[in-house]
């Protein structure tokens, strides 16, 4: 985990002229649905294989007992070049703190979208998502 977020780091600054900040459009939180809030940023940068950066979506669930939380997040945009390669996401709240950390994701041949599994992380703490694609 310790290796993902210094690896994170270490792209994030090596392409920090390519770097894109970009607010998720809004959308209506539902069971399950696709949800993105004012102030939500996608920060991610280019790697060897796609340079003109990814999209993502978040994905909820609800539970009477927690109520909304982040559970995958659709990543987007993956050229096809990137096959074989994979993705993770970490999502942060306001202050840089890590709420969620995934796996690795094999990107599919053809690239496209990957839907990355995400420990259940509360709504609230998702003011950001990182993406790292090797």
């Not at 007992?65 to 096809?80: F, R």
């Not at 993705?87 to 839907?115: I, N």
């Amino acid at each position: 985990m310790n290796r993902f977020l210094v690896s994170l780091a270490a792209g994030v600054a090596a392409s920090a002229t390519v770097v894109a900040l970009t607010s998720l459009p809004g959308r209506t939180a539902g069971l399950g649905g696709v949800w993105g809030a004012a102030g939500q940023e996608t920060i991610g940068g280019s790697s060897s294989c796609d340079h003109d950066g990814l999209d993502t979506a978040i994905r909820t669930a609800f539970t009477p007992t927690v109520g909304y939380t982040v559970v995958a997040v659709d990543v987007s945009g993956i050229d096809p070049r990137c096959a074989g390669h994979r993705v993770s996401v970490a999502l942060t709240d306001d202050l840089g703190a890590v709420a969620s950390l995934s796996q690795p994701t094999l990107v599919p041949m053809g690239g496209g979208t990957v839907t990355v599994a995400l420990p259940p992380a509360a709504v609230e703490r998702a003011a950001r998502v990182h993406t790292l694609l090797d």
